[in-house]
């Protein structure tokens, strides 16, 4: 049988001292600003180290809920351009970082923004803009990025900075076979060639009139809005940090700026980002001592779990009957597959595993009573062999009261990176004592102690109840005695009479493979047959 032993994962967050030694505070400026197009050698993000949605986490002197945070734009701290400069030389000095480092971790936070939103299989063309600062050196890492995503990116580069970080970020592209264009190889309309723009002209130290050619090359940008209000699917722009022209403080003072689609923001948002209208609002990195966002008192949205960026404000209202995937799937044919279902199944999962997808094990199980009323839940298979597929649960809960009316149920695996679906029916019945017994020791003591607590499916009247009872058990048990087994809790095994194994193809002429038992000169096979989509 294979077997899923569920494991204990422990999170372990390092944070720095509210106060630093003098020494730290005591900056070197000299080697932070350099004259011409470039600004301050790097932007910081303040975030949390470890935060997820619903927790709250001490920014400053302040608690934010990452929920609130998440969807109140208002609550959010933005820079002024002197602040911004400011939490760059602490960077860039005592705290060590150096402008590569950061500048890498930037570029990821753009290109993981744009992933976000632009799925390549739809924004598959990109154009980076890129100029001669930090700012263009962010387009460039963050094209590199998009290329292992699966975009196709190009870069336009018209003023290169004769540096070993940059002349190093180009020679990364060439050997990716990334294009470099001049400006002159660029249409005038670049609404026909490129499905995403990433403007990485100018920073928040830029200031007074681009010169050429980025004028030019703004003012076709600008001139996508008007293109656009006559196409259907004008390229979107995604401008990191400032958009270029605009006043990091003022904004897009004349109104006839750059109209980004998306504005990824690094460190906080500049004080110009309030003007921002555009759909799509990220926060860029997660990199910066708990120091810099309490002393700039800075207020912003944490991180979730191990991302790169988290979107500010609400995310824009969908019509949901236009929300659709193309799928793009090798083709699924009879010719190709397993014979026996549950080896189908196992490649399928083992296909699962290995790209990395979250709790492949997860499944919908499908249960109904002796009324006919369906209900559906997620659970985690936990074993699967010949005889069926496994999992774990309280035998008072309503889904077990429902198969002791009625012992079929149905399971479905959704493995979304993939496009594919696995669909299985069969009768229901429980695994025997010795099976539930060994599984539930193999468990974490923490997730055996939780089985006794929970009663599941039953009211509480609030949660401090079941803390109550989980401290009382884990002092009873603190000695590191057995803890035994709730004759209430126990596995299930559905043996399959049916599969259906689904695989998402273009224009929704999907594949689906229906795999039924049937008897040939008396000998059980199974049956495949091809389902309209």
């Not at 709730?486 to 599969?499: A, H, I, M, V």
Request: with cysteine; aromatic share 10%; charged share 20%.
């Amino acid at each position: 049988m294979w077997s899923f032993i569920g494991r204990s994962i422990t999170m372990r967050c390092l944070t720095l001292p509210q106060s630093l030694p003098v020494s730290l505070l005591s900056i070197n400026k000299t080697h932070v600003f350099r004259s011409g197009f470039s600004y301050p050698f790097w932007r910081s993000t303040v975030g949390s180290f470890c935060s997820t949605s619903g927790v709250f986490t001490r920014m400053g002197d302040r608690g934010v809920s990452a929920l609130q945070s998440f969807h109140n734009q208002d609550s959010i701290s933005y820079l002024l351009q002197r602040e911004a400069a400011e939490i760059d030389e602490t960077l860039m000095g005592p705290l060590g970082f150096s402008v590569d480092q950061l500048m890498e971790l930037a570029g990821l936070s753009v290109a993981t923004s744009i992933a976000e939103v632009y799925r390549p299989s739809e924004y598959n063309r990109v154009l980076a803009i890129c100029g001669p600062g930090n700012n263009g050196g962010d387009g460039l890492v963050a094209a590199r990025h998009l290329h292992h995503f699966g975009y196709k990116p190009y870069i336009c580069y018209p003023k290169r900075t004769p540096k070993p970080l940059y002349t190093g970020l180009v020679t990364q592209l060439e050997s990716l076979s990334v294009p470099f264009l001049s400006v002159e190889d660029l249409p005038l309309d670049l609404s026909n060639d490129f499905d995403i723009l990433v403007d990485a002209m100018f920073g928040f130290s830029f200031h007074g009139a681009p010169r050429p050619p980025f004028d030019d090359l703004i003012r076709r940008m600008i001139c996508l809005h008007n293109y656009g209000q006559a196409r259907q699917k004008p390229p979107v722009i995604v401008s990191i940090d400032i958009p270029s022209g605009w006043h990091v403080e003022e904004g897009d003072i004349d109104g006839e700026g750059i109209k980004p689609d998306m504005l990824v923001s690094l460190t906080a948002p500049k004080l110009c980002a309030k003007k921002f209208s555009g759909p799509h609002h990220f926060l860029g990195g997660r990199f910066v001592p708990p120091f810099i966002a309490d002393k700039f008192k800075l207020h912003l949205p944490p991180y979730p779990g191990t991302a790169m960026c988290v979107r500010i404000g609400k995310p824009p209202q969908i019509d949901i009957s236009a929300l659709r995937e193309n799928y793009i799937s090798p083709e699924f044919l009879e010719e190709y597959v397993e014979a026996d279902p549950m080896d189908q199944f196992r490649k399928w999962f083992d296909d699962a595993v290995a790209a990395g997808l979250k709790e492949p094990n997860a499944m919908a199980l499908s249960t109904a009573g002796k009324d006919g009323k369906p209900s559906s839940r997620i659970v985690l298979l936990k074993g699967v062999d010949k005889d069926g597929f496994v999992w774990y649960t309280n035998y008072g809960s309503r889904k077990a009261h429902e198969i002791s009316e009625n012992p079929h149920a149905s399971l479905l695996f959704y493995w979304d990176g993939l496009n594919r679906q696995v669909r299985i029916e069969g009768p229901v019945q429980k695994v025997s004592e010795l099976e539930s017994e060994q599984y539930f020791h193999s468990r974490p003591r923490g997730s055996q102690i939780g089985a006794i607590v929970s009663k599941q499916s039953t009211i509480v009247p609030g949660r401090h109840v079941l803390h109550q009872e989980y401290k009382e058990l884990e002092n009873k048990f603190s000695d590191g005695s057995m803890i035994p087994k709730p004759k209430y809790w126990g596995g299930y095994r559905l043996k399959p009479e049916l599969f259906e194994f689904w695989q998402g193809q273009q224009s929704r002429l999907h594949d689906r493979l229906q795999y039924s038992p049937e008897e040939i000169n008396g000998k059980r096979v199974w049956r495949i047959d091809r389902l309209a989509p």
